[in-house]
């Protein structure tokens, strides 16, 4: 492969250079200066001199690359492109493949799954203890996959080992697959290591852990390490932590914190925002760079005590917010009542809206079911917990919430009937009862006909009558919406069905 990145001015580029080969990431790094770049920017034509990097590398490495290079890049978007080397001659692509093989794992991107057999951990602990730095560096990846108490205590005699090789490969592993305190301090104390590769591999983990604890012990680091590229990703690190939000590791911590707030300002106190990682996830990791590094999140997490935490670690902690995947973000109250969620990869927009919503929780998702258990005509508990439901995607579960919602206030005092409606339609038509689907839309229109999500009910509508048989009505919808809401994004997908009701009709009337 070859990497392009483009760079400031030449200083960068050689100190981004430095850094990849001293990794031995790339066999070569070619800087070429006095590139003239246009390009768009947030909505205007720019222009820049820029500094360009060709990175001749492997495919296994150009993720290492990547780290490294934002790491380091002072662009908030840095140019990191890589293109496959299809055919070169021969004797060149030897020593290229050559030079980078003996890379130890710098950034792993593990994902953490099921147990191994014992026995197969065993083979990759024999095959760590190899020669072949390739190869243990492999063993480590599938032994961070493997996960558990056995593979932790196997990092962390990687930490401590004589091996600087494996000191630094276990710096990296033990950071994604634990967060405990004795675990962080091991980590801590490479920053002191022998070893810059050791130093630097520290550094980077620390800084892109988040955790404001390392906040001065990076300090440290970028002010007194003799390694200028060792004290360069200290101060990457305390940029992006003094930029990010301010995570604490521990969820008891967090609530203790929340709490005592409330104490000394005689209020309700501060809510909790707890944020459920997989170590080395790679959903995860788009969710942090592309969400929860955003400054309007970071802004809005501000008035939350915010923790990270480990969901493959802390399996209680998991089990007891009923966890089921990660990224998952929680707003809790300062005795851990659930306020509002956010599952999966969420957009910035979907994860802004749930803050808020937790901001002005007037009761915790427990709370709500107690309540709309005792009474089913409680429209505001009712509503609480069917939205928790929905925003979880467990649909099912919020069905009998939403009846509750729908026939306890007819005439939509409460403001919830018409989104109840709407949404116990849009339900039933994913699970295929398009029947009901349709009848809810009709009933929604007809009462609310200025609705805020008009165009999506008219297009439910279309789609439920279509696949209940209702050919005339279901085109009539979508017709509808594409006359009543010019604007919508689902006059595309609209035009589509009408197209292929088209073509059916056309088909039937030459076959008879």
């Not at 080397?85 to 792993?108: D, N, S």
Request: charged share 25%.
């Amino acid at each position: 492969m070859v990497g392009i990145v483009t760079c400031s001015s030449r200083a960068e580029a050689r100190r981004l250079a430095k850094a990849v080969l001293d990794r031995k990431l790339a066999a070569c790094v070619n800087i070429l200066g006095g590139v003239e770049s246009h390009y768009w920017w947030r909505g205007k034509l720019e222009q820049a001199k820029e500094t360009m990097l060709f990175i001749k590398t492997t495919k296994a490495k150009a993720r290492a690359v990547t780290k490294t290079i934002k790491a380091m890049h002072s662009y908030e978007v840095p140019e990191i492109i890589f293109v496959p080397i299809t055919m070169g001659e021969r004797t060149y692509l030897r020593w290229l493949r050559g030079a980078v093989k003996t890379l130890t794992v710098v950034v792993a991107m593990l994902v953490l799954s099921g147990a191994a057999r014992a026995d197969r951990i065993d083979d990759l602990i024999r095959q760590i203890g190899g020669t072949n730095d390739e190869e243990r560096a492999d063993a480590v990846e599938k032994l961070a996959q493997t996960g558990g108490a056995r593979v932790q205590e196997q990092f962390r005699k990687m930490v401590t080992s004589s091996n600087s090789d494996l000191r630094q490969m276990g710096v990296v592993v033990l950071m994604q697959t634990s967060d405990a305190d004795a675990d962080v301090e091991l980590v801590r104390a490479r920053l002191k290591d022998d070893a810059s590769l050791v130093r630097w591999s520290a550094a980077l983990a620390l800084g892109q852990s988040g955790w404001q604890e390392a906040v001065p012990w990076l300090e440290d680091v970028a002010k007194t390490d003799a390694d200028e590229s060792v004290r360069d990703t200290a101060a990457d690190g305390l940029k992006k932590l003094r930029g990010g939000i301010p995570w604490l590791r521990s969820l008891p911590a967090a609530l203790e914190l929340a709490s005592k707030d409330s104490r000394q300002a005689k209020d309700s106190g501060k809510q909790v925002l707890a944020y459920f990682y997989t170590g080395g996830s790679e959903t995860c990791e788009k969710f942090e760079e592309g969400v929860l590094s955003d400054a309007e999140v970071v802004s809005a997490a501000s008035t939350f005590v915010c923790v990270r935490v480990n969901a493959s670690a802390q399996t209680e902690a998991a089990a007891k917010f009923d966890v089921r995947g990660a990224p998952t973000v929680l707003m809790l109250d300062k005795q851990g009542g659930e306020l509002a969620r956010v599952s999966g990869l969420a957009e910035k927009a979907t994860l802004l809206a749930r803050l808020a919503d937790g901001r002005t929780a007037k009761m915790t998702l427990s709370e709500a079911r107690e309540l709309a258990a005792e009474n089913p005509a409680d429209v505001e508990a009712n509503w609480r917990v069917a939205q928790a439901y929905l925003n979880d995607g467990r649909e099912e579960l919020a069905d009998p919430y939403l009846r509750n919602v729908i026939s306890h206030d007819d005439e939509n005092h409460c403001g919830h009937t018409a989104d109840a409606m709407f949404a116990l339609g849009f339900c039933m038509g994913h699970r295929g009862k398009h029947g009901g689907a349709a009848y809810c839309m009709e009933h929604l229109l007809a009462r609310w006909p200025d609705f805020k999500d008009k165009d999506k009910a008219l297009y439910c509508l279309g789609l439920s009558q279509l696949a209940t048989g209702q050919r005339n009505e279901g085109r009539a919808a979508l017709e509808r919406l594409i006359h009543e809401c010019p604007q919508s994004s689902a006059i595309g997908s609209a035009r589509l069905a009408i197209e292929e009701i088209k073509a059916k009709d056309l088909n039937n009337d030459k076959s008879n």
